[in-house]
Every structure is written in C-alpha cells, then in structure tokens.
T-cell receptor, first 116, second 115 residues
C-alpha cells in the first residue's frame, strides 16, 4: 500500500520567516495530495491541495509543489505568523479499484511553532 | 465545504462497554470515513462507509469490534465494542466532497477515554 513520509517532525521559525514541510510518497498511482492543519484539540482542516496534473498551487501565503518524478511534494508557508502554529499533515490519495472512495494515507505530521 | 456534526464530543467509558459515535452531514455525500487518532499521532483509517453497502475495513480493524452503520447519505455511526483502555483515542468521521472529488473534510472528533 501507499506509504507517506513527512519531515521534519518539528519545525521552529521566527515570525515572518518561511516554513517548508516535505513529504514523499511511494505509490506512483497516487494523484491527489492535500495538506491539513490541526490546531490543538481541533479537527484537521484542509488548507490546500494539489492534483497530479499540476506542479504548483498557491493560495495567499501558502503554496504546495509537486514533483511526480521524484514522488515528493512540499508545503511552503511564507511570512509566518503565530497563528500558523499547529500540526500540519500531508496526505496522498490512492484510488481504490474496489470498495469505492479514495483512500487517504497521512504523513506523520509536523509540529510547526512560530516564535515571536 | 460540508458541515459535519459529530457526537458525543467526548466520553469516559468503562472497560467492556460499547460506545456509539454519530456523524451527521448537512448535505448528501457518497463516501464517509472513520479515522482514529491517538494523542500526538497521525490519522489512521478504520473503515470506509458507502450508503447501502457493507463498510470496508482497513487492515487491523474488524467489523465485530467497530461495527458501522450508514443508513442514508447524510448519517453514519461507528460503534466501539467491548472497549479496553487501548481503545482510548480520538475518533473522527470524514466525508468526501462529491463536487470537488477527493477533498476530504473532518468532524470535530470524539475523545474517548476507557477506564
């Protein structure tokens, strides 16, 4: 099955700096790559996603890049703010052949801390 | 995105009992999913629930332990049966957006503690 690795496990940056989180996946058939932000005690929130027919996607201070050849994708947050502090999860979707639905495999998470 | 209501938000249960978690969505969705998240850990898929058919369970999860119902396109339940302290975790339901295929949204979760 799909295996998603995520690095780093913790990341500390100064306010205003950029943060980059990287993920690799194993299944070349994966075609959907979302990123989730989870604040303490809250639900995971979809913040951005990218599909395999696109190499890069940007939404204000957040961008995601995808390298299908190398099977890795990254989350970039620019001009970080204290409210960006949270755990971020990457995921990869492996379309099932039977049983319906896209199985999302999650990375292990990155605890991002933005310091004043 | 879909609005997902999950209840209870938390519960403390005795060993050997069962708890049923409910998930209600404000729109009709084809696919619903149940995840488990241990404290400080990632999300692990328990099963996929498609309306009108048996749920599909992931490796390590069985129907006798985690029976799931999906009576219609807006509702699902997950039961954690014969609980032990190892079942203490956060259980989350999730739906797949039928319009933006693959986009996945989560309920607020049920924090379960088993004594």
């Amino acid at each position: 099955g799909e295996n998603v690795e995520q690095h780093p496990s913790t990341l500390s940056v100064q306010e205003g700096d950029s943060a980059v989180i990287k993920c690799t996946y194993s299944d070349s058939a994966s075609n959907y790559f979302p990123w989730y932000k989870q604040e303490l005690g809250k639900r995971p929130q979809l913040i951005i996603d990218i599909r395999s027919n696109v190499g890069e996607k940007k939404d204000q201070r957040i961008a995601v890049t995808l390298n299908k050849t190398a099977k890795h994708f990254s989350l970039h947050i620019t001009e970080t703010q204290p409210e960006d502090s949270a755990v971020y999860f990457c995921a990869a979707s492996n379309k099932r052949l039977t049983g319906g639905g896209n199985k999302l495999t999650f990375g292990t998470g990155t605890q991002l801390k933005v310091e004043l | 995105s879909a609005v997902i209501s999950q209840k209870p938000s938390r519960d403390i249960c005795q060993r050997g009992t069962s708890l049923t978690i409910q998930c209600q969505v404000d729109s009709q969705v084809t696919m619903m999913f149940w995840y488990r998240q241990q404290p400080g850990q990632s999300l692990t898929l328990i099963a996929t629930a498609n309306q009108g058919s048996e749920a599909t369970y992931e490796s390590g999860f069985v129907i006798d332990k985690f029976p799931i119902s999906r009576p219609n396109l807006t509702f699902s339940t997950l039961t954690v049966s014969n609980m032990s302290p190892e079942d203490s975790s956060i259980y989350l339901c999730s739906v797949e957006d039928d319009v933006r295929a693959s986009s996945r949204y989560f309920g607020a979760g049920t924090r379960l503690s088993v004594l």
